[in-house]
């Protein structure tokens, strides 16, 4: 398994503003993901973060909304813009080491957004 | 896309009796299934996972079950305790999409 860590941890934000979520992963994996988790609901795949070029996006994510960086195979960054409160959910990292089909994720940060 | 659902909802039994969890899956592509448990407040934990190669898999408590006639997969808890209440989710991905696609959730309590 990974250990995953996700900064803040909690946060709540004014509409209009942005907040940056960092994960770190504690050792090199080929493959990292951003999920939202809404209230009460299932996950939803946001985007997966590829090193080195752009983030691909899901139906209904634009990067301009959520721009993701990822400079190395230990880190990632999602930024959630111009903020509203139908944004106000759970972010979670999740992180797939090379040559394994298991996915873990990280503790997640809870969003409110007012 | 894949699309992946989730019986029942919400899932009450008392301790030490056995949970059932299932779900069933649209893309007969799909070949990887794992379960995952979330507790109030936390990430989800991976639990047990089954390759479409494999009908079953168990681990202590925890046993999966996978038809992939059917395209249905089952998690199966026995001799639950109250640590075992928390949500459950179940989740499919296909070997050309890394992706997982996720269940709506079963939140399981398990009375005392």
């Known amino acids: 398994s990974a250990v995953i860590s996700q900064k803040p941890s909690r946060d709540i934000c004014q509409r209009g503003t942005s907040l940056t979520i960092q994960c770190q992963v504690d050792s090199q994996v080929t493959m990292m993901f951003w999920y939202r988790q809404q209230p009460g609901q299932s996950l939803t795949l946001i985007a997966t973060?590829?090193?080195?070029?752009?983030?691909?996006?899901e139906s209904g994510f634009v990067i301009d909304k959520f721009p993701i960086s990822r400079p190395n195979l230990t880190f990632s960054t999602l930024t959630v813009s111009n903020m509203s409160p139908e944004d106000s959910s759970i972010y979670l990292c999740s992180v797939q080491p090379q040559g394994s089909r298991e996915q873990f994720f990280g503790p997640g940060t809870r969003l409110t957004v007012l | 896309g894949e699309n992946v659902e989730q019986h029942p909802s919400t899932l009450s039994v008392q301790e030490g009796d056995s949970a059932v969890i299932k779900c069933t899956y649209s893309?007969?592509?799909?070949?990887?299934f794992p379960w995952y448990k979330q507790e109030l407040g936390k990430g989800p934990q991976l639990i047990i996972d089954i390759r479409s190669n494999v009908g079953e898999k168990k681990d202590q408590r925890i046993a999966v079950t996978l038809n992939k006639t059917a395209k249905h997969f089952s998690l199966h808890i026995t001799e639950t305790q109250p640590e075992d209440s928390a949500v459950y989710f179940c989740a499919a991905s296909s070997g050309s999409a890394r992706q997982l696609t996720f269940g709506s959730g079963t939140q399981l309590t398990v009375l005392p």
């Open positions: 893309d007969s592509a799909s070949n990887y």
């Open positions: 973060a590829n090193q080195g070029s752009e983030a691909t996006y």
